[in-house]
């Protein structure tokens, strides 16, 4: 069976940072995109960053963009969010994702991946 385990969450005071991780197992990863969403109550998930499947392609949501950066490891079939210069309003619930490459697909898309994980709280405080 396959998941998608994301973790490093919690309580952080702004301005402080955080390091997210998503575990895959029960399959391979490495030919996906991955890619990183937020949810509020009430809100639609946002898309927050991406990686392409070979690694050559990196987007980022404007309001995050200087302050997070994705990373992965292939080895560990793992990607990271390291969340820098935290702000109350990145308080969410982060989902990592994954989905193969699709013709006209976009990283940006939420229905571009397949797989989802549980989800991991963010909590920013002012």
């Known amino acids: 069976q396959v998941h998608l385990v994301e973790s490093g969450g919690g309580l952080v005071q702004a301005g402080g940072s955080l390091r997210l991780s998503c575990a895959a197992s029960?399959?391979?990863?490495?030919?996906?995109?991955r890619g990183w969403f937020r949810q509020t109550p009430g809100k639609v998930r946002e898309f927050v960053a991406a990686?392409?499947?070979?690694?050559?392609?990196?987007s980022y949501a404007d309001s995050v963009k200087g302050r997070f950066t994705l990373s992965r490891d292939i080895a560990k079939n793992t990607v990271y969010l390291q969340m820098n210069r935290l702000k109350p309003e990145d308080t969410a619930v982060y989902y990592c994702?994954?989905?193969?490459?699709?013709?006209?697909?976009?990283?940006?898309?939420?229905?571009?991946?397949?797989?989802w994980g549980q989800g991991t709280q963010v909590t920013v405080s002012s």
């Open positions: 994702a994954a989905g193969p490459p699709r013709y006209g697909s976009s990283l940006n898309d939420v229905t571009s991946y397949d797989y």
């Open positions: 029960g399959r391979t990863f490495n030919n996906y995109n």
């Open positions: 990686i392409s499947w070979s690694g050559s392609s990196t």
